[in-house]
């Protein structure tokens, strides 16, 4: 690709809306282009600004979309319609179940185990269970998991997975993250599921 010019958009802030102007480049012989700083600043198709799309994503996790764009009014003073609001949760969501499904191929792949990404805790705590969903079409199972610990400064951190697969290739994606958050280093790992296929948590010896 080669650059073109820059060029001017609109973009939706906590602050407000703000121009942006960024180097824009195309490639004449197959008519792709892109303008990097949109991919670098996690601009997505919608004009909003990483934060403001950042809160969003996290006040949808508790409220409806519609009850999300008021507390982000009422918050922010930014108007952001719930249709807005929609797209980007599943935007969002669908880049990270991407993320999960190919880390979750590499390991099949080589089987490396990833790393912790944080201090190791002395318990760790993991919990899997299966609920219903509504679809567009109808009742779906979906499966949930939490992963939860307490820091040095007895402080709770937490981390929640749901994806609509079956219990074997979410258990694997469940301790694909418990990787990350020490499972391998805790001394102490207390497993709560149920009579589930929740593979690799079935024969690994954990307490349950």
């Given at each position: 690709m080669k650059f073109v010019q820059h060029r001017s958009r609109d973009i939706h802030s906590?602050?407000?809306?703000?121009e942006l102007k960024r180097a824009y480049y195309?490639?004449?012989q197959c008519g792709a282009s892109c303008a990097p700083y949109d991919q670098t600043s996690g601009l997505g198709s919608q004009q909003?600004?990483?934060?403001?799309?950042?809160?969003?994503?996290?006040?949808?996790?508790?409220?409806?979309?519609?009850q999300t764009s008021r507390k982000i009014e009422n918050l922010f003073g930014q108007q952001v319609c719930d249709d807005t609001i929609e797209q980007v949760v599943h935007q969002v969501g669908?880049?990270?179940?991407?993320?999960?499904?190919?880390?979750?191929?590499?390991?099949?792949?080589d089987k490396k185990v990833p790393q912790a990404q944080v201090e190791p805790p002395a318990c760790l705590y993991i919990a899997a269970?299966?609920?219903?969903?509504?679809?567009?079409?109808?009742?779906?199972?979906?499966?949930?998991g939490c992963i939860y610990w307490y820091d040095e400064d007895s402080e709770r951190q937490s981390r929640?997975?749901?994806?609509?697969?079956?219990?074997?290739r979410f258990g694997w994606m469940l301790w694909l993250e418990a990787c990350k958050c020490g499972v391998c280093e805790a001394k102490e790992v207390v497993y709560l599921g149920d009579g589930a296929g929740w593979a690799p948590w079935g024969w690994r010896g954990h307490s349950q």
């Open positions: 906590l602050l407000g809306w703000i195309h490639c004449a909003l600004s990483s934060a403001l799309a950042k809160a969003c994503c996290m006040l949808a996790v508790d409220d409806s979309f519609e669908g880049r990270i179940s991407a993320q999960q499904e190919d880390e979750l191929k590499r390991f099949f792949e269970d299966g609920t219903t969903a509504h679809e567009k079409d109808g009742w779906h199972e979906a499966k949930t929640y997975m749901a994806g609509f697969c079956d219990s074997q």
